[in-house]
Each structure stands twice: as structure tokens, then as C-alpha cells.
């Protein structure tokens, strides 16, 4: 069952968040119908966006908008967080969603070559207050999503900060997907970088632990290399697109007289998909006549 848990050391001087999102992401990747490769890609992306709901959301109003941009076959990458109490809610889509390429050499899905490395990593923060928002812009490190994202936190939120992402799918879907984030307390010492870098030098993978069945507090412990105290257990990340056809009607509507009444001559009906959940809305003539009206 897909949770999120908050931990802290022995000593007080590390924190991890650890994350599974397999039932989230086996979601995601049948409304988007995607491959292998892009179940990879979006799994990564899907997941440190929902962690980024307990840890850059700090009131239920604010909401983060990413995007990364790589210029690789899979196209952009879209996700948007909101939060509400112990739940991370989010929707996601990727441009191109049946690339498939073939494995790396050392047989892992080559997600950095789907999304490319020529590009950004945006982050834009909005509230009720600044509705203009907070943005953080990176160049892309890699596209394997998780170094680029620690290269985000290091750089634009002077949070040095160690992120793990990983998805492991097959022909039935998807086996395990999850993540972990640690980050230092001001007050860490060497000792305690020293006893993390040996930790993670031993570690198996995020995907390959949560497929062995490991609980999110034994990966803690492995990847940190030290006892830890729950801070939060009742946390969850969830897929929810809010998108209505009110929504959309205000969309047609911004388009002005002129394209509607193009739409109107030309098609005598509009067809409007969500990007996010696939969810069809169908504007007849009539209605679209109203609109213009």
C-alpha cells in the first residue's frame, strides 16, 4: 500500500523522507497508457513532485507547478501539488507518452535519453498572497529527473540534499515505485556525512527494496546507516485532476468571437481532452453559440 514517512536520526541531525507510490504510479500510467520507458520516466517525476507536496508546501492554499523540459522524445514534463493536510495531491502528464527506447547497457531504462539533458528544471510557487508565485529555474543535469532535482534544491534553495527515485516496471505493470530524500540538520557534522556516503555506497536500490517488501523505516535506516525516529506515518501522495467543463468553458471563451465562430464554421463542435486525466468534454453548437453570446 502506497505511503509516505517522515524520519529523523538517532543523534537528530539527519532527515529522510521515504516514499511509496507504486499504486500511484500503475494509476498514472493507465490513464496515460505508457510504456516501459515513460512509466519510468513519469514514475521518477510523479513521485518527487507528491514528496515536494510535504516538503515545499507549507499551507493547503499554495500550490507548485514543474516542469522540466529536456528537449529528449518523451517532450515536457508537467506536474502540479497541491495539498490538503496529510495528503499530497497531484496531477501529471508528459508530452509523448508511447516513446520507447531500448535499455542502457547495464539494462536500466534509459529515462535521462527520453527526456534529455538540453534543457530546464521550473519550479513555480503561487499563493493566495503572491499570486504571481516564487519561481526556481535549473539547467537539467542529467533528465534521470532525481539528480536534477537535487541540483534544484542545492542551488536554488541552498539545501544540499540527497534524492533517490526509482520505478521498476514489467509486462504487467508496475512492480515497485518510490523514493527517498535526506537532508542534513544545520548542527551535522562530518561523522554524520561520512556514516550516510558509507550507507548509500552499500545500499540497493529504492525500487529493488520496496519490491523486496522493505518498510519505508527499515529503508530509512539502510540508507542513512542509523536508527531513526517517525516524525509523521500518516501521510499519502494521490492522483486528482480538478479540471470541469466550466473550466474549459472559460478557455473556449478566452479565445474570443472570431476563432469561436471559426470553430463553429469549420468543425460545429468542439472536442476538449484534459492533459492530465484524459477526460473528454464536448462543447455542441449550440453551446459554443452561447458562449460567444
Known amino acids: 500500500m502506497d505511503s509516505v514517512k ?18 500511484l504510479i500503475e494509476e498514472i500510467k493507465q490513464i496515460h497508457d505508457l510504456t516501459p520507458t515513460t512509466t519510468a520516466v513519469m ?4 513521485t518527487i513532485s507528491g514528496i515536494m507536496g510535504f516538503t515545499n508546501i507549507k499551507e493547503d492554499d499554495d500550490k507548485l507547478t514543474i516542469q522540466i523540459r529536456g528537449g529528449g522524445p518523451a517532450g515536457s514534463l508537467v506536474s502540479v501539488v497541491k495539498r490538503n ?18 535499455l542502457k547497457e547495464n539494462g536500466k531504462i534509459d529515462v535521462g535519453g527520453a527526456v534529455g539533458n538540453q534543457g530546464f528544471l521550473n519550479i513555480i510557487k503561487k499563493n493566495e498572497m503572491a499570486e504571481e508565485g516564487y519561481t526556481g529555474l535549473v539547467p537539467l543535469v542529467s533528465g534521470e ?18 534524492l533517490a527515485l526509482g520505478v521498476l516496471v514489467n509486462k504487467d505493470g508496475v512492480q515497485a515505485s518510490g ?7 544545520p548542527d551535522s557534522t562530518d561523522e554524520d556525512i561520512s556514516k550516510i556516503e558509507n550507507a548509500l555506497s552499500v545500499a540497493p536500490s529504492i525500487s529493488q527494496m520496496l519490491a523486496e517488501n522493505k518498510s519505508l523505516e527499515e529503508i530509512a535506516k539502510t540508507v542513512i546507516g542509523d536508527e ?6 500518516n501521510l499519502k501522495i494521490e492522483f486528482e485532476c480538478d479540471c470541469s467543463k466550466e473550466t474549459f ?15 463553429i464554421q469549420k ?8 492533459h492530465f486525466c484524459n477526460k473528454q468534454y464536448h462543447f455542441t453548437k449550440e453551446e459554443l453559440e452561447n458562449l460567444i453570446k
Open 6 to 23: 517522515k524520519f529523523l536520526s538517532k543523534n537528530g541531525k539527519v532527515s529522510v523522507i521515504c516514499a511509496q507510490t507504486t499504486e
Open 43 to 46: 514514475g521518477r517525476f510523479a
Open 85 to 102: 493536510g496529510n495528503i499530497s495531491k497531484i496531477k501529471a502528464y508528459l508530452d509523448n507518452s508511447h516513446v520507447e527506447l531500448p
Open 145 to 162: 529527473i532525481a539528480e536534477d532535482f537535487a541540483e534544484y534544491f542545492a542551488k536554488s534553495e541552498q539545501k544540499p540534499t540527497v
Open 179 to 185: 523514493g527517498y530524500m535526506i537532508n542534513l540538520m
Open 228 to 233: 531513526v525516529t517517525l516524525l509523521e506515518d
Open 249 to 263: 468553458e472559460k478557455a473556449l471563451i478566452s479565445l474570443g468571437k472570431d476563432d469561436l465562430n471559426e470553430i
Open 267 to 274: 468543425d460545429g463542435k468542439a472536442d476538449i481532452v484534459c
